[in-house]
């Protein structure tokens, strides 16, 4: 079953950090897969927050550069987002996902994350 499983969302404080793991199963591979961190806010579309190549490219959107980070654990088949600085403007569910092509064509259920002033 090809399942992305996304951990590590909750409350924290401005300032505060956090950091998120998408485990990824089934035929999903991180070593070999483009994944990326996309994130909604209430009443807000998705965006990308960060998106990581097979060559271990890395983009940002401008909003989190320089606060988050994007890596990724072959061994362990998992995707980690590190969110340091976290401002109230980043509460929102996180999700991960894996790319095709161009296409993110498979999502994690989402986890929370709340940062509170």
């Known amino acids: 079953q090809v399942q992305l499983v996304e951990s590590g969302g909750g409350l924290v404080q401005a300032g505060g950090s956090l950091r998120l793991s998408c485990t990824a199963s089934?035929?999903?591979?991180?070593?070999?897969?483009?994944m990326g961190w996309f994130r909604q806010a209430p009443g807000k579309q998705r965006e990308l927050v960060t998106a990581i190549t097979p060559g271990g490219n890395r983009n940002y959107a401008d909003s989190v550069k320089g606060r988050f980070t994007i890596s990724r654990d072959n061994a362990k088949n998992m995707v980690l987002l590190q969110m340091n600085s976290l401002k109230p403007e980043d509460t929102a569910v996180y999700y991960c996902?894996?790319?095709?092509?161009?296409?993110?064509?498979?999502w994690g259920q989402g986890t929370q994350v709340t940062v509170s002033s």
């Open positions: 089934g035929s999903i591979f991180v070593s070999i897969n483009k």
């Open positions: 996902a894996k790319a095709t092509a161009a296409l993110y064509d498979y």
